[in-house]
């Protein structure tokens, strides 16, 4: 619409464009008129060519009040009826959790080729296995993640580029979060924020509806209690105690995975997904953290020296020639039209004769064309010029708060830096997110 590829929008009643009172009523006075676009709705016989101007009054207003909370008493009305079936356990997702499958009656059942993967994981947990050791152990035997399960049955929901058979100790330990491998029924733990929108949020534990003995478990509740009381469990209470200049920018670049960063005394970036395959090329790759840092504050400050030494006079020069062609132009342009002026003063002072007021103007009229030919061209590329100085001023700016951070902020990396992978061998590779600050280095 923006664009001018669209002056008519025709739906079958003002439910289908909208059900927001606000919203509906913003485009339908604000947006459609001023960008010339017409609107129909067949069921409401409203057209807004034939109102001349006009919104369609407490009449149309009316009914966009009217959809509005119709639409929120339908959704009260679903969510009963939804949460009435949670109660009696009829509702079930599309997906079931890894080591289940669809019955013939659209229950649970426990599946026989991974079910027995998740009683091992428990047990294993029982006998002071941490997720990491249970990661390795399930490695050790050749089990497909979930991920890979699922691809090979047909579902392709999920990239497994970088599984490599490789299970992730989140999956082990939401595996062994997860409550319904006793049988019981979980559902409802979030809801929808607002009618209509797609963000949720996560219920208190006691709002959930919870049903024991649903379905067949897979480990007995005297298993899942053990593992639960033998797990650790950590708090972060402060959220900035963990921020750092390369948070969520440090990855592997043999298998692509992020480097979590140990804190240490010495922090250090290192490849967790491949320490229990001792035949990967990455297997036990770190870097430390104030090695990363040196280096690529080393590598910004080089480039920022460059930017703050180049000459800018030339460039600026340039820019006033431009200006002051383009002023000069618009002189002769005045003066074309003061000519026309003048000629047809003395057409209407019957000083000149028509024949001679036609053949003048139209020498004027050519030379006019042909001043605000370049006129034009001009302003093109003085504008385009102007935009390079202001983005050559701006680099020139970061590049003097590089030199003058005296090492690698937060700041300068997220303005900055997009990613760093790290080969082994010391090898790494940066991508920028400015290129024209620094292109790609490695």
């Not at 009305?77 to 356990?89: D, E, L, M, Q, T």
């Not at 209690?225 to 959220?239: M, S």
């Not at 910004?300 to 383009?326: E, M, P, T």
Request: hydrophobic share 35%.
């Amino acid at each position: 619409m923006r664009e001018g590829r669209i002056n008519c929008i025709i739906v079958k009643d003002f439910t289908r464009f909208g059900r927001n009172s606000i919203e509906v009523g913003y485009f339908m006075e604000m947006v459609f008129p001023l960008y010339g676009v017409r609107f129909i709705s067949i069921n409401d016989d409203f057209d807004s060519d034939k109102l001349h101007g006009d919104t369609g009054g407490i009449n149309v207003a009316f009914k966009y009040l009217v959809s509005e909370f119709y639409s929120r008493d339908l959704s009260i009305k679903y969510k009963s009826a939804k949460y009435v079936k949670f109660r009696r356990g009829e509702y079930q997702s599309k997906l079931c959790p890894y080591g289940y499958q669809k019955g013939a009656d659209g229950r649970m059942e426990p599946n026989e080729e991974t079910a027995p993967n998740v009683r091992m994981i428990f047990e294993l947990a029982r006998d002071g296995r941490k997720p990491n050791e249970i990661v390795k152990a399930l490695f050790e035997r050749n089990i497909p993640t979930p991920a890979e399960y699922k691809a090979a049955h047909g579902f392709n929901g999920h990239d497994i580029s970088r599984c490599c058979g490789i299970w992730s100790t989140s999956s082990v330990v939401h595996i062994l979060d997860d409550e319904r491998y006793t049988g019981t029924y979980i559902i409802g733990k979030r809801e929808v924020t607002e009618v209509g929108g797609h963000r949720v949020r996560m219920k208190d534990e006691s709002q959930w509806v919870k049903i024991p003995d649903h379905h067949q478990a897979i480990i007995s509740r005297e298993l899942f209690d053990q593992v639960q009381a033998q797990r650790p469990r950590f708090k972060c209470p402060k959220k900035n105690a963990r921020a750092y200049p390369l948070r969520s920018k440090v990855f592997c670049g043999c298998c692509g995975h992020a480097m979590p960063r140990r804190a240490t005394k010495n922090a250090t970036f290192f490849c967790r997904y491949t320490l229990v395959n001792e035949a990967a090329d990455c297997h036990g790759l770190t870097v430390t953290e104030a090695e990363l840092e040196g280096m690529l504050y080393e590598i910004l400050s080089k480039q920022a020296q460059v930017i703050l030494n180049v000459a800018n006079l030339a460039n600026a020069g340039r820019l006033d020639v431009q200006l002051a062609r383009q002023a000069e132009y618009n002189k002769r342009i005045e003066s074309c039209l003061d000519q026309k002026r003048v000629l047809y003063e003395q057409l209407i002072l019957k000083q000149i004769t028509m024949e001679d007021y036609k053949s003048q103007k139209a020498a004027v009229d050519s030379e006019l064309d042909r001043l605000r030919e370049i006129h034009s061209d001009l302003k093109v590329r003085t504008s385009q010029m102007e935009m390079d100085e202001k983005a050559k001023s701006a680099r020139t700016e970061l590049a003097q708060e590089v030199v003058g951070a005296g090492g690698l902020t937060a700041g300068l990396a997220d303005t900055l830096i997009d990613r760093v992978y790290v080969y082994p061998n010391n090898q790494v590779k940066i991508v920028w997110k400015m290129k024209d600050f620094c292109m790609e280095a490695a």
